[in-house]
Structures are given as C-alpha cells and as structure tokens.
C-alpha cells in the first residue's frame, strides 16, 4: 500500500454525491426513486446560454484563456456585480473559476496550516470542515440555530474569533437549512470584526438570487470597511441551472489575486473557453427562464413546506432562500442518517441526513425542493406512508 501524506487521510466527502449514486443505481433497478437528495436545479440549462457556449466551439475558441479568466467574463462579473450589489468592482479583481468549490479550495488552503484555527458554518456545507481539516488547520463550528431562524449570529461567530483565527466563512442564503441572515445581523458582524483584523473572510454567496418573503440578501461586499480581507464566491451553477459546466467566479482582495491566479496556473491552468462564453451569455442575456425557475421554487417551498408539517414527528420552519427545507425530525426518535437511509431503501425518496452538514445537524434532514411539485407530493406521501407503519 502506497503511503500518502496524512492530509489525504483527513480529506471528507460530500455524501450528497454518495446520495445520488445509490439513488441511480436504484433507479437502474427499475425502482422509481424521488430525488430531494442533490443540490441542483431540476431546470435545463437556458437554452442561449447553451447557444452561445456551441457557437464559441464552432467559431474556434478551443485553447487556453488566461488563467484568471476571459475579460470579457470577467467585466461581465463586474457589471453584474455592480447591478446585484451596487458596489463597483475592477474585472482585475475577478477570478473565473472551475465551479464554486474551487474557491473554497483555494481560500482555505491559502490560510489553513497547523496551529492556526478556521470557523466555519454548522450546519454548513460539508466540503468547508473537510478542506480545513485537510489544511491541519482547527476546524471551529460557529452553530447555525433553528431557533434564530438559521441564521448565524454576530455575537456567538463573534466570541468563537481568538489570536489563531486565520479565516471566517460565512453563507447565506445557506445550504443545507435555507436560512438567510439578516442585514442588521450581518452589520453588527461587520463592526465586530474591525477588532479582528487579522481574520480573513470568505462569503460564500452562491444562492444569492434565491430569497423568498421579501427577504433581501446582504452582500458582504457592501461593507468597504472590511473589502480588502474578503473572498466573495459566487458562481453559475445555482443561478443559471448550470452545475454541470463547472463555472464559478470569485472577487479577491489586491494582496491576494496574484496567489490565486497562480494557483490556477499551476493547477487547472483556465477554465474551459466556451463554457465562459456561455457564462457570458448567461448574465448578459435575459434572465426571465432564472425567474421563473425562482418562483418556481417559491412554489415549490409552500408546497415542501406544508406537507412535512403534516408528517408526524416532523416540523419544519419555512426556509427564506436557496432550495433547501431542513426539516427537524427529533420526535420521530431514530437518528438522522438511518432514517434518510430508510427512506432512500424502503420508500425511494432520496434525502441527505443533517449530520452529513455537520454535528449540529443531529436531528434533522435536508429536502432540497429543486423537483416537481408532484414529486414533491409524491415523496411527502411515500414518507407518510412509510412512518404510519
Ligand atoms: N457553496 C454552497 C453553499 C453550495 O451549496 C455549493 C453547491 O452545492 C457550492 C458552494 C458549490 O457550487 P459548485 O457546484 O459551483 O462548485
């Protein structure tokens, strides 16, 4: 047996993935499985997208882009940057990156080594905890509470910072719970970490579309006071029902691009050519199909939302963005995992169990509603049926 570096030995999983393997092969079985288990938009991809990425295949654009990305990506991030946010950013600050995790990456591993600590969001996406364990760094849970909404809280993030802290990830709207913080938790966040300013910041903004209620999302990059220590990512696959392409992007502070930039030189050199065209498209053509795919998934939510409040055992807040509902399912008394396991087994519903988010995820189980509202009803019914036995 080849003997690796410990690190690999430390490097976790995402058992979402795991989820949908058992899922499809269930399905090869002839079973017809219901997935609520993967995180990813049941819509195609917008079909000018799609357009634009084959027509730059056809016009010859097959080689390497710069390692940071296309320009014209890049001011296309800015511009919508700019109109999402109100805040005006250089292109020259734009990292066009191999998916949204890639940042993830790439920011952990510039701060994580040993000896030095990185909080992080639980429960959180699980890749977060798996990288910083890769790095030797201390992974800190910073809790995500139920009974605050799911959102995280300024003063509890706030009293987990010591000397060793290097880098603090937040996300909102959030997966796996929904949970959206509000701008007035986000502002006293802010004002705390002046005293820190040592701490790093990565604010993982991949749902910020995806807010329901009227709940208006708080991007980080609104704060100047903190700018030249934030990581913003961000990226294609939710918005624009783009997962599979592999296209996220990522705003940098000066003193940090340069490093990243190398990064990607010396590992996945650029992000493939007509993919970025595509991206191109994607957010400078109309964006009435991402429309409707959000209310679609306002619907959707209602709908998740009722039925598992009828479920016995289970209760569910109303999540107020992305396409996730974490339903708590403490009082039906088995642990979180085995029940989503038996639902996938015994009642083909594909779920994701709340521990695969972290320790605070004991007790619940995360439904991402991104299926049809008949699916959806059928998986609710399916689960009854299975508990009433
Ligand atoms: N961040 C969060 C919170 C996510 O839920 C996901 C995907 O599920 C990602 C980042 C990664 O996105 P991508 O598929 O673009 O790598």
């Not at 719970?177 to 701490?199: D, F, N, Y």
């Not at 990512?233 to 000066?254: E, F, Q, V």
């Not at 399912?329 to 029940?339: C, F, N, S, T, Y």
Request: glycine share 10%; net charge negative.
């Amino acid at each position: 047996m080849l003997q690796t570096i410990s690190a690999f030995d430390r490097i976790g999983e995402e058992n979402a993935f795991a989820v949908l393997a058992r899922a499809a092969e269930l399905s090869r079985q002839g079973r017809d499985v219901i997935n609520l288990g993967i995180g990813q938009p049941d819509f195609r991809t917008p079909d000018h997208i799609v357009e634009a990425a084959i027509k730059a295949l056809r016009d010859g654009h097959h080689g390497y882009t710069p390692a940071n990305g296309l320009p014209e990506c890049r001011e296309a991030v800015a511009e919508r940057t700019l109109q999402t946010t109100g805040i005006e950013i250089s292109p020259d600050s734009v990292m066009i990156m191999p998916g949204g995790k890639v940042t993830m990456f790439a920011a952990i591993l510039m701060f994580g080594e040993p000896g030095t600590e990185i909080l992080y969001p639980d429960p959180g996406f699980p890749i977060y905890r798996s990288m910083i364990e890769f790095t030797g760094a201390t992974p800190v849970p910073v809790p995500i509470r139920e009974e605050n909404g799911f959102a995280f809280s300024a003063e509890e993030t706030l009293s987990l910072i010591t000397p060793k802290t290097r880098l603090l990830i937040l996300n909102s709207p959030a997966n796996p719970t929904g949970g959206v913080t509000p701008k007035s938790e986000i502002e006293a966040l802010v004002r705390g970490l002046e005293a820190h300013p040592q701490v790093a910041i990565l604010s993982d903004e991949i749902y910020d579309t995806m807010t329901y209620d009227g709940e208006e999302h708080c991007s980080l990059l609104t704060f100047e006071q903190i700018r030249d220590r934030l990581i913003l990512l961000n990226g294609w696959s939710k918005t624009w029902a783009m997962t599979g392409w592999r296209m996220g992007w990522s705003i940098w502070p000066d003193g940090l691009y340069d490093k990243v930039r190398k990064l990607a030189v010396n590992c996945w050199s650029c992000v493939n050519a007509p993919a970025q065209f595509g991206g191109i498209a994607a957010i400078r053509g109309p964006q009435d199909a991402v429309d409707t795919m959000i209310s679609a998934f306002d619907r959707r939510r209602g709908v998740i939302v009722e039925g598992l409040n009828e479920l016995p055992g289970v209760s569910c807040a109303t999540p107020k963005g992305a396409f996730y509902a974490f339903a708590n399912v403490r009082d039906i008394g088995r642990p979180a995992k085995h029940l989503a396991s038996e639902l996938l087994e015994k009642a083909d519903v594909a779920l994701v169990g709340g521990p695969d988010f972290g320790i605070l995820g004991e007790g619940y189980i995360r439904f991402s509603y991104a299926n049809s509202e008949e699916n959806i009803l059928r998986a609710i019914e399916r689960i009854k049926n299975y508990l009433d036995k």
